[in-house]
């Protein structure tokens, strides 16, 4: 597929690059090229800022650093250096990525308040840049600097017809690359870390390394084209390159195309550049940034999605709206040039396809019955003694562990063995340390002090990620599944970025098996949010088994279901640990975990109270008394 | 300039700041809303005291009497369109983008993209000053102080003592839980965000007192702001204060000891480190949320 599209690509390069050389044979007035190239310029520059802020979510107000960085490596180079033009370009390339990789380290390594800080973040680099620039007499110093033609072969034509080609050039590479990107790994794990990046990191995605990749793949293209950009405005200037009006088109134009989708930022770019140049051309200039922020306001709060999503929604009335309108206008020629028909046409279809829809109720309510019968999973009596499970190694060591959060002690004294085989229940009251144990043994935190091995392997300050690919992998309690993706892909997701890498088509096959298990193959193709809480929580174990892991975490994975979905549960828990999979499991149904657990651990105050045999457990007055308070009598 | 006067000024200066950021500062910290648009407010709030005294020769001060209550309209009903559209956090960001712009575009069809000045005969603040010894406070560097020590103290009294601040400091805790308690939080939401606004109209006020205007001065504005916010805490006053007279201090001496051109590279510097070490806030105590 990637193959083929990338073929698409050359093909697509290859007849648009030849519009230069025919151009007088077909008649083609040089001003095109001119508006095609600020096309094509803005194409490039969206897309760059699509794959890091469309794709991974991280919203970036920085676009302008990577296109003044590359502009003013141009500009200097030659200018002042006499460099070649295009030796510039792979200069250009280089700073773009050192930035673009500086930026990621610092601003990645921030957990808290991470999209909008990071916003605020990227909007700071431009203006440091910008001041380093104008403080700098080698660079600018205030003055601007003028940027010289470059000489190019003559065969190529006219300046215009090279800027043409160089953007084309550059528009295709980076159009390309975001089709590969957006099918490939690298795209699934940007659009896991979209949509719940600890989940991601959970299942072992290993989200700083794509994050980095995404944001140095972004500042390659942006700073590349930004040098071509030196070229086209002839005059570089601090406000004219790192102000902000280069972060909000490329805002508006991918939020206007859609986000998740490398044609959105193409379709987004083609929109407003032809619509601002015939404003500009009409003498509406004043007006133009006007729109485009009534374009923005408007289209967050209506259509987030974008124009892409509508359109694929409705295709045949746009196409036909497109051609009427285009057909009507050159049929009575009244008014303006084929470029104003065209921009006429393609308002009128954005418009169409925008027109609030009478959505169908996406989230149906719990009691809808979903289509098709559920796989029955065998009931066996849950009553029924089962022969014990074969105890093996222990996998998980726990030592004398402590965990601090500022003065209060969620776990002290914590030492636990669990061998491979058990399923443990782990109980206690609210505060007990639960869930800090739970986020401790998966990695998402480090303990203050003490060890914790994971089969035979010390797991202290690894990132989650490898800790999964060590094998331990966990639920959440409210179920977090990546929302813009198919039942069956949230599951992909963790067998496509286990220890071993796998395809996508490879890792379906082996998804949809994890699926029955749980009792959810029916329900495959169908969005998390069509999905009632109970196969939420069926699709969070699916998801967490199918990374396969030694140690299986669940987190409250019954709280709120009804008692013949918790039933459903138990069995699927059951037939998890049948597997072969070691579960911890915490839970409030304390009926639940007699049925369940070979083991169980309860926790009181961050220490553990008691360890062994449910019933002896649960006996143990010392337990009923944290449970019950001091004063009851069992 | 001497350094002593450098930073004596700066930290005057730096009540504007204060006064700049304290709307943002509590809008995101309460309505998690980061309104950008308050910029813009803050540019039609100086547009309009520069238009009053100029074609009235009404006291710029008193334009307030005007800009003010126009102000607390204004984002009260943008914060009614923000609630009623379901807008928060990063979208808010956007959609107030959006309308930043179309601020900034409509100002400078209306009052051109030139620099405008009020004239000394309808400012009689941008002359005055008041003499210490060897050290010259400019008045409107005196207003801009004054009026953050009287924002800045009303905003706090306000919510600590009164039931509105509480009920609106329960709300910023837990949404949940406090409407559960009959909190009604779009009415306290729209009060807040007006609040927001008349502190823009005061900002721009003092703005026009001693700059000349041009509709580009937000995207100025943006880094000194942001870098109070930040620093202060979101959502603390206090702590807005302080770092906006910090913010005010350090700009002056990096701009008398370095140049004045590199006060933005100084500045954002600062708020990275301030991000990377404490994303909660150079004073608060809570841990980052």
Do not use: C
Not at chain 1, 180 to 193: D, E, M, P, T, V
Not at chain 1, 265 to 281: E, W
Request: net charge neutral; no cysteine.
């Amino acid at each position: 597929m990637i193959r083929r599209g990338l073929a698409g690509f050359v093909v697509l390069f290859a007849v648009l690059a030849a519009l230069p050389f025919v151009r007088d044979q077909i008649g083609l007035p040089v001003f095109y090229l001119t508006l095609a190239s600020t096309v094509l310029f803005w194409i490039a520059q969206a897309t760059s800022w699509n794959i890091l802020s469309g794709y991974s979510g991280y919203f970036s107000f920085g676009q302008g650093a990577f296109v003044g960085l590359g502009a003013y490596t141009t500009a200097v180079l030659t200018g002042r250096h006499g460099i070649d033009f295009f030796w510039t370009l792979p200069i250009a390339a280089v700073l773009g990525v050192v930035l673009a990789l500086a930026v990621g380290a610092l601003a990645f390594r921030l957990r808290s308040f991470r999209g909008e800080i990071f916003a605020l973040l990227t909007l700071a680099v431009p203006f440091i840049l910008a001041s380093l620039a104008r403080v700098n007499e080698g660079i600018d110093g205030g003055q601007g600097v003028v940027v010289a033609i470059p000489e190019f072969p003559e065969q190529v034509g006219l300046f215009p017809d090279f800027l043409f080609l160089l953007n084309l050039t550059i528009a295709t590479a980076a159009v390309a690359a975001a089709f590969a990107i957006q099918n490939s790994r690298f795209g699934w794990a940007l659009a896991s870390i979209r949509d719940a990046e600890d989940v991601a990191e959970g299942l072992g995605v290993a989200t700083f390394r794509y994050k980095m990749m995404a944001i140095a793949v972004s500042g390659l293209i942006g700073s590349v084209s930004g040098s071509v950009f030196a070229l086209q405005i002839g005059f570089v200037t601090v406000e004219g390159v790192f102000g902000l009006a280069i972060p909000l088109f490329v805002i508006v134009m991918s939020v206007l195309g859609g986000r998740s989708h490398w044609l959105g930022p193409v379709i987004g770019a083609v929109v407003i550049v032809t619509m601002q140049d015939r404003l500009a051309d009409a003498g509406y200039e004043g007006w133009r940034l006007i729109i485009l922020g009534a374009i923005l306001a408007v289209l967050v709060v209506v259509a987030p999605e974008g124009l892409l999503v509508r359109l694929q929604m409705r295709p045949w009335i746009s196409l036909g709206t497109l051609a009427g309108v285009v057909g009507v206008l050159a049929v009575l020629r009244v008014w303006g040039e084929p470029l104003d028909w065209f921009v006429a046409g393609m308002v009128a279809v954005a418009v169409v396809a925008l027109w609030p829809v009478r959505r169908r109720s996406a989230v149906p309510t719990g009691t809808a019955r979903p289509r098709g019968a559920p796989v029955e999973i065998p009931a066996e009596s849950l009553a029924v003694e089962r022969p014990r499970p074969v105890l093996g190694d222990a996998v998980v060591e726990v030592d004398d562990v402590a965990r601090l959060f500022g003065g209060v002690r969620a776990l002290d004294g914590v030492a636990l063995r669990i061998r491979s085989g058990e399923l443990v229940g782990l109980v206690g009251p609210n505060g007990s340390g639960k869930t800090t144990l739970v986020n401790l043994l998966s990695g998402a935190i480090a303990p203050t002090r003490g060890g914790i091995r994971v089969a035979g392997q010390d797991i202290r300050g690894l990132q989650p990620h490898r800790v999964a690919h060590i094998g331990v992998t966990r639920t959440y309690q409210i179920p977090r599944p990546f929302v813009s993706m198919t039942v069956l892909d949230n599951v992909a997701i963790a067998i496509m970025f286990g220890l071993q890498p796998r395809s996508l088509a490879d890792a379906r096959r082996d998804a949809s098996r994890h699926l029955d298990v749980v009792g959810l193959g029916h329900r495959a193709d169908a969005k998390p949010g069509e999905i009632n809480l109970h196969e939420r929580q069926l699709l969070e174990m699916a998801r967490a088994v199918a990374a396969g892991p030694k140690v299986l975490l669940l987190d409250e994975a019954l709280a709120g279901l009804n008692p013949a979905e918790i039933d459903q549960a138990v069995r699927v828990v059951r037939r998890i640990h049948d597997a072969g999979i070691t579960i911890v499991i915490v839970e409030h149904l304390l009926r639940v975990v007699n049925q369940l657990a070979t083991r169980v651990i309860v926790l009181d105050r961050g220490t553990v109270l008691a360890d062994g045999e449910p019933h002896t457990v649960m006996r143990d007055p010392e337990v009923v008394r944290a449970y019950l308070g001091k004063h009851a009598h069992a | 300039m001497s350094t002593v006067q450098a930073i004596l000024s700066g930290a005057l200066i730096g009540g504007m700041f204060a006064v700049m950021a304290v709307g943002l500062s509590l809008t995101w910290g309460m309505l998690r809303i980061i309104n950008l648009a308050h910029f813009g407010m803050i540019l039609l709030g100086a547009y309009l005291t520069f238009q009053l005294a100029t074609s009235w020769g009404v006291d710029p001060l008193l334009t307030l009497a005007v800009t003010v209550p126009l102000m607390f309209v204004l984002g009260a009903l943008l914060q009614w369109a923000f609630d009623r559209l379901g807008v928060v956090e990063l979208n808010s960001l956007l959609v107030s983008f959006g309308i930043l712009i179309i601020i900034i575009q409509t100002v400078s069809n209306i009052w051109s993209a030139d620099f405008q000045r009020m004239t000394g005969e309808v400012n009689p603040y941008a002359t005055g000053s008041l003499s210490l010894g060897r050290l010259v406070f400019p008045a409107p560097t005196l207003l801009a102080f004054g009026a953050a020590v009287v924002l800045v103290g009303a905003a706090h009294l306000v919510l600590q003592r009164t039931f509105a601040g509480r009920a609106l400091r329960a709300f910023e805790q837990d949404r949940a839980v406090a409407s559960a308690f009959g909190i009604d939080h779009r009415r306290l939401s729209m009060a807040l965000a007006g609040a927001s606004g008349a502190s823009a109209a005061v900002a721009g006020m003092l703005f026009a007192l001693s700059n000349a205007l041009t509709p580009s001065t937000p995207f100025e504005w943006f880094g000194i702001v942001f870098a109070v916010v930040i620093l202060g805490g979101i959502g603390q006053i206090l702590g807005t204060f302080v770092a906006g007279i910090l913010v005010g201090t350090l700009s002056g001496l990096v701009s008398v000891l370095w140049s004045p051109s590199l006060a933005p590279f100084v500045l954002f510097s600062a708020i990275i480190l301030a991000l990377l070490f404490r994303p909660q806030g150079l004073f608060s105590q809570g841990a980052a949320r």
